[in-house]
């Protein structure tokens, strides 16, 4: 069983940056993929970026160039750090965590989920 605990999300101006942190508790095991999701009001949850043990990334197309997903293995925190923010990245972000995930931006492939952290982009 995996917990998550996300925070840094905020305000931010549109071209500003923002990093969400996110502690997980219990064991992460070699074959589990972490990742970030988001879901805007009235849009379904969909993939921003996922990491594997090995540090192998895979990104949504509006993400690439502009997120950049991490882990800390000694320390359990997956991080996604944002830069040149827009406002139609506003959105509650999740972390997550899978098993043997195939499709990595797929959110029927997670199965532990954070609460959220909400991320708000004016201009």
């Known amino acids: 069983q995996l917990q998550f605990v996300e925070s840094g999300g905020g305000s931010a101006q549109t071209g500003g940056s923002l990093i969400l942190s996110c502690v997980v508790s219990g064991y992460i095991e070699r074959t589990h993929s972490l990742a970030w999701f988001r879901q805007a009001p009235g849009d379904r949850r969909e993939g921003v970026a996922s990491?594997?043990?090995?540090?192998?990334?895979t990104y949504a197309n509006f993400a690439k160039g502009r997120f950049v997903i991490s882990r800390d293995n000694a320390k359990n925190t997956l991080f996604l750090r944002m830069g040149n923010l827009k406002p139609e990245d506003t959105a509650v972000y999740y972390c997550a965590a899978g098993r043997y995930v195939a499709d990595h931006l797929g959110r029927n492939e997670y199965t532990y989920w954070g609460r959220g952290t909400q991320v708000t982009v004016f201009s």
């Open positions: 990491i594997d043990y090995d540090d192998s990334t």
